[in-house]
C-alpha cells in the first residue's frame, strides 16, 4: 500500500524557513511524479509544487516562486520542499502526494504555522 508520511512543518517566524520531508513507501517511488498540495481553513487546496519523477522538471504556484524549492533524492524514497522567506499567508497543512495507477494519494500531512 502506498505510504506517504510528511514531516518538518512547526512553527516559524515571518522570514524564516523550514525544510519539509516525504518519506515515500508501498510503490516505486521513482516512477512517479511527486507534489506539494497546502490546504488552509477556508482556502481550499492548492497545488504548491511538483516535481517529475527524474527531478528534472519543476512546478511551482506563482504565490511561492523564489522562495520555495522542490527536490527528491529516489535512492531514499524521499521528497523535499525548502521553503525559505516564510510569510504568514503561507500558514497551512502541507501534503506530499502522488498519483499511482490512476488513483490520488496524499500523505497524512505535516502543519506549517508562519507567526505574525
Known amino acids: 500500500d502506498v505510504q506517504l508520511q510528511a514531516s518538518g512543518g512547526g512553527l516559524v517566524q515571518p522570514g524564516g524557513s523550514l525544510r519539509l520531508s516525504c518519506a515515500a513507501s508501498g510503490f516505486t517511488f521513482g516512477s512517479y511524479d511527486m507534489s506539494w498540495v497546502r490546504r488552509a481553513p477556508g482556502k481550499g487546496p492548492e497545488s504548491v509544487s511538483a516535481?517529475?519523477?527524474?527531478?528534472?522538471?519543476?512546478y511551482y504556484a506563482d504565490s511561492v516562486k523564489g522562495r520555495f524549492t522542490i527536490s527528491r533524492d529516489n535512492a531514499k524514497n524521499t521528497l523535499y520542499l525548502q521553503m525559505n522567506s516564510l510569510k504568514p499567508e503561507d500558514t497551512a497543512m502541507y501534503y506530499c502526494?502522488?498519483?499511482?495507477?490512476?488513483?490520488?494519494?496524499w500523505g497524512q500531512g505535516t502543519q506549517v504555522t508562519v507567526s505574525s
Open positions: 516535481i517529475n519523477s527524474g527531478g528534472g522538471r519543476t
Open positions: 502526494a502522488t498519483n499511482v495507477l490512476e488513483k490520488d494519494y
